[in-house]
């Protein structure tokens, strides 16, 4: 919570333990306005002591509010007949149930000092909309119960019991409630752990059977996993656990509840809070083997151009004719070129590739390939980051030709070196090419050289990169330096 800690920076003097400890209760109370059916207005103490600021506020999910405005910002001044006055001085939970009116309803306000190290560092102050207060039933009584649990436990420093957890697949109140007593006998499901546990294939009820037993018998696999599934239930190993055979998937979010009888901290059953993973795991797992099948495919492919490269390398062997030995050896490279991305792209599940990796393989190839005398070194620098996958081939084909080219003709394929420098600006990735051998010949026009196949792929494959391409001498003189200017970060961009 970024923006309360600025906050309570600017408003108190908590040290930074405590504004942790904060921050994880403001994570986790949601658990507490659902099983309330409350609003919650988290006060902080001030500076000042006669002042106390409203660093945080949440609404429940399943009632209505009981304050229709946003308070957070908003301070309130010393007054020894206020509830959050006298949370703060007494170190007692408060409460009032006249019904006193708020915006024209009536709600009825709780107030609940967190204590930590013996000191009351903050107040959590409960409102409850008592318009709207479902009718008493199984559901009502136990959430209310529960509400009051974790009222105690937040008061003593123990609520959230487990801070730092996985929130992005939690369950919370509104997926699923399971109540289980300290025996291990399920004293209450709500609906939707009911509907949750007959996807997993129950058949009776869960009320007043012994929740471990009948997860045994529907996930017999269960417990080859990990710890056992008694200690994870009962929250003696884990926080969240997975319930899960070939039917359905649930996550379990184990909660054990205490509370205090005369000072003295004793168990007092555990919440399991259930929410159905089924279709989400099965989408995961249709992904995953979609991923592989796509890695598969470039491997195959990879494999594939490489038995093409080694034909073609065979062919060149036994040629006699210097022109068709070159040319043969060029193509070569072309397809070893495509293979390198094929072989990148089968190696990871993203639809990008790190193409420094890419080129300094193709480098270290056309150096090899290329130079048929003398020692070309052929060497990156700068980085080019990361490319979509889509552009990757034609990337690496423009950047094979132009090394190429460099070293047969600027070079004259003897020694010399070839630098690649890609760099990026304004959006635009730059790759420059330069060597330092022989430069352009006089009046050279790169539109009157469409004849060169290297010239004419290169040029081809920038357009197809909505791209520019320019091939000019160095400034110095020596050598030449091609230019390509390509985006190549965002799909369907077009350069002008």
């Known amino acids: 919570m970024p923006s309360m800690d600025r906050f309570m920076a600017s408003h108190s003097r908590l040290n930074a333990d405590d504004v942790s ?242 000072d003295f901290e004793v168990p007092a059953g555990t919440l399991i809070l259930v929410r159905d993973l089924t279709e989400l795991r099965t989408r995961d797992r249709q992904l995953v083997t979609k991923d592989a099948t796509i890695r598969e495919i470039h491997h195959r492919v990879k494999n594939n151009l490489q038995t093409v490269a080694a034909l073609l390398r065979l062919q060149s062997r036994r040629m006699t004719n210097d022109d068709a030995r070159l040319a043969l050896k060029q193509a070569m490279a072309r397809v070893s070129a495509i293979a390198v991305v094929h072989e990148i792209l089968s190696q990871n599940f993203d639809d990008v590739v790190e193409f420094d990796d890419v080129i300094d393989r193709i480098l270290r190839m056309v150096g090899d390939v290329a130079a048929s005398s003398g020692r070309v070194v052929a060497r990156r620098e700068g980085s080019f980051g990361k490319v979509r996958a889509d552009v990757a081939t034609a990337l690496s084909l423009a950047t094979t030709e132009l090394c190429q080219n460099a070293i047969e003709h600027s070079l004259a394929s003897s020694s010399g070196e070839v630098v690649v420098h890609p760099y990026r600006r304004a959006g635009l990735l730059i790759v420059e090419i330069w060597n330092d051998g022989k430069p352009l010949p006089e009046g050279f026009s790169l539109s009157d050289h469409r004849k060169s196949l290297g010239l004419s792929i290169v040029t081809t494959l920038v357009q197809d990169l909505g791209g520019t391409f320019t091939l000019e001498n160095n400034p110095d003189g020596r050598g030449t330096r091609a230019t390509i200017s390509a985006r190549v970060d965002q799909p369907g961009t077009q350069i002008g």
């Open 21 to 262: 400890w904060l921050g994880e209760v403001v994570e986790e109370w949601q658990i507490l306005a659902d099983m309330s059916f409350s609003d919650l207005i988290l006060w902080l103490p001030d500076e000042n002591p006669q002042i106390y600021w409203a660093a945080a506020q949440i609404r429940p999910d399943t009632g209505p509010t009981a304050l229709e405005d946003d308070v957070v910002g908003e301070s309130i001044a010393y007054d020894d007949e206020n509830l959050v006055t006298e949370a703060f001085m007494s170190g007692q939970m408060c409460e009032t149930s006249n019904n006193k009116l708020s915006a024209g309803i009536p709600v009825d306000v709780w107030a609940i000092p967190v204590i930590r190290q013996g000191e009351v560092i903050a107040v959590v102050e409960r409102h409850t909309n008592q318009m709207g207060v479902r009718a008493p039933g199984s559901t009502e009584d136990n959430y209310l119960e529960i509400a009051g649990i974790l009222s105690e436990m937040l008061h003593h420093g123990q609520f959230p019991l487990f801070p730092g957890h996985d929130r992005a697949l939690a369950p919370g109140v509104t997926d699923g409630v399971l109540r289980v007593a300290t025996t291990g006998m399920v004293t209450y499901a709500s609906p939707n752990a009911m509907s949750a546990f007959r996807k997993l294939g129950l058949s009776g009820d869960l009320d007043g059977e012994y929740l471990i037993p009948v997860v045994r018998e529907l996930c017999p696999n269960l417990r080859d996993v990990g710890q056992t599934v008694g200690m994870d239930l009962e929250g003696r190993s884990l926080r969240e656990t997975d319930i899960e055979n070939a039917e359905a998937t649930l996550r379990a979010r184990v909660m054990p509840l205490r509370t205090w009888l005369d």
